[in-house]
């Protein structure tokens, strides 16, 4: 990206301004008018968390903490409404020689002074700069918090007040008082037609498995950690990975057959990475909300999870928002969301970043490895939206599959900016014999795509397998995508004998290096074809 110079205003365009303001006011003339700057409130770092050591961050004159992280660095903080002042500073104070800022389609333009790029946002949201040679940050702008509760009061249970009194940032497990708290919330607000609310203030938070009950909202401070170890004593066992050969626990589950649980703040949930497999080699789920209905998550963060870190699995009436995904890039089948079994799900304003798949859908048999603990019949995937994301992976920006023992209808994806992946937009129907169907991906920029996966590395991939049976894939509409980088292998359409794929429009697509819509197969560069019906091309 070519820099572009700070530029200043010189003195005497200083003094005319002065002036014309002046005369503006002796006679009662309206004075231009000023966008509203924003209000910043950065988020305290628990001390678990190493500063950065490649960037410091200023927002409107505001100091925000650069956190490291494996891969990328993080900084979190929520914007008010209005306009903000951004200014990234290396701290190696070495000039800036080149730069990006993604979402590309925002049209930010920085200027580079010595080692310090500023530019300006209109409003919260979740950006990526690269600088030189650096690691990328993550700039996590959360819209400023509007449902804060009180501290303390009726229906309000304070994790470190009495008679709880967990104290945080010992080490020592608290999980026991923890629950307690969870479980008095919620029988208040049984009895009083509401959510109790369990209150965690700043600090971290050792903790084994916790259980939600209904009627129960847990709100999670700026600061406020709860942490995963990995020590076996502390946790219970509920399914198991094959392709990882590990045992997995689920760190927060909701109990069978519940409704109306909220969990929100700006808190994190920690599953903290590769240290916590040493202990015994067991995988977390982060959260697995389980035969639920009317279940809300809002502004947490969850990070550095060892497999699949959020699953909504057999519920229904869900929403996700505003929910940031921070998992490595050296750690595999560390998934962000993946709804499975489940209808009327909403994931929207997010951020996933990691190794595996950050935003997906599933539907597998009654028993699973990954849940084989949990009773019941297998349902179907129906009406589930993933709407404003960002997406960072080594494999697939969005996807709808593996796993489609189950029927899936109603998938869709939309606003999507797809900062890097392997395969940008992709349906993979690899396991199940049930059909695909309805599937919507709309409004979406693809930026980049330098990696591989399973030789693919390419904006677009429908493919069908024949693992447990095949399948149909019907009617796939792919609208408004903006392909920066087709990466290097064709996009593909594959379906099997007996289960093709049919009924796929794609509409108004532009291809790099191009500012008007492809028209044909070849422009697309969809040549890789088998097994499928027509595919419709519109502008």
Not at 283 to 294: F, K, S
Not at 408 to 422: E, I, K, L, N, S
Not at 505 to 528: I, R
Request: proline share 6%; hydrophobic share 35%.
């Amino acid at each position: 990206m070519n820099l572009r110079p700070l530029h200043r205003p010189r003195g005497p365009a200083l003094g005319l301004a002065a002036l014309l303001l002046a005369v503006a006011a002796l006679l009662g003339l309206p004075r231009p008018a000023q966008a509203a700057t924003a209000s910043v409130a950065p988020y305290p770092v628990a001390s678990v968390y190493a500063p950065s050591t490649d960037y410091t961050l200023t927002v409107d004159g505001t100091s925000v903490p650069v956190v490291k992280y494996p891969g990328y660095d993080i900084a979190q903080f929520a914007l008010g409404t209005g306009s903000a002042v951004m200014a990234v500073t290396k701290t190696n104070n070495t000039a800036i020689g080149s730069y990006s800022i993604s979402p590309r389609k925002l049209d930010i333009t920085g200027s580079a002074s010595g080692s310090t790029l500023t530019f300006t946002v209109q409003k919260d949201g979740y950006l990526i700069v690269r600088l030189d040679g650096r690691p990328d940050l993550v700039i996590a702008a959360d819209p400023a918090e509007r449902d804060r509760p009180a501290s303390g009061g009726p229906g309000i249970f304070n994790a470190q007040s009495a008679p709880y009194g967990i104290q945080p940032d010992t080490g020592d497990y608290s999980t026991t008082a923890f629950q307690a708290a969870l479980d008095d919330a919620a029988a208040w607000g049984t009895a009083n037609g509401g959510q109790g609310i369990v209150y965690v203030p700043a600090g971290v938070y050792t903790l084994g498995n916790l259980y939600l009950r209904s009627n129960l909202a847990l709100y999670l401070a700026p600061g406020a950690v709860l942490r995963y170890t990995g020590e076996r004593d502390h946790y219970v066992v509920g399914g198991h990975k094959n392709s990882q050969g590990r045992d997995l626990t689920w760190f927060i589950s909701t109990r069978y057959s519940t409704s109306n649980i909220k969990i929100y703040g700006r808190g994190i949930i920690d599953g903290n990475g590769a240290a916590s497999l040493k202990p015994g080699n067991l995988g977390v789920n982060l959260l697995m909300p389980i035969y639920t209905d009317r279940f809300t998550v809002d502004g947490i963060t969850f990070r550095e999870s060892s497999s699949w870190a959020v699953i909504p699995l057999r519920s229904s009436n869900m929403t996700f928002r505003n929910i940031k995904l921070f998992n490595r890039f050296d750690m595999g089948e560390n998934d962000g969301i993946d709804v499975t079994e489940s209808t009327n799900v909403t994931v929207s304003h997010a951020i996933g970043i990691g190794l595996d798949d950050p935003f997906s859908t599933k539907a597998w048999g009654d028993t699973a490895d990954i849940y084989k603990s949990v009773p019941g019949t297998a349902r179907p995937l129906k009406n589930v939206t993933f709407d404003d994301l960002v997406s960072w992976t080594y494999c697939y920006g969005v996807k709808v599959g593996q796993g489609v023992v189950q029927p899936q209808d109603g998938v869709t994806f939309r606003h999507v900016v797809v900062y890097d992946a392997a395969v940008g937009i992709g349906v993979h129907h690899k396991y199940g014999a049930a059909s695909a169907t309805n599937i919507r991906f709309e409004d979406i920029d693809i930026e980049r795509l330098d990696f591989s996966n399973d030789g693919n590395r390419t904006w677009l991939a429908l493919m069908t397998g024949d693992t447990q049976g095949v399948g149909p894939v019907t009617g796939v509409t792919v609208s408004n995508v903006r392909v920066r980088d087709a990466g290097s292998t064709p996009a593909r359409v594959n379906g099997r004998p007996g289960a093709p794929i049919t009924g796929v429009t794609v509409s108004h697509v532009v291809m790099p290096g191009s500012t008007t819509p492809a028209t044909t197969l070849g422009e697309l560069n969809l040549t890789d074809l088998s097994d499928n019906g027509p595919i419709t091309v519109t502008q």
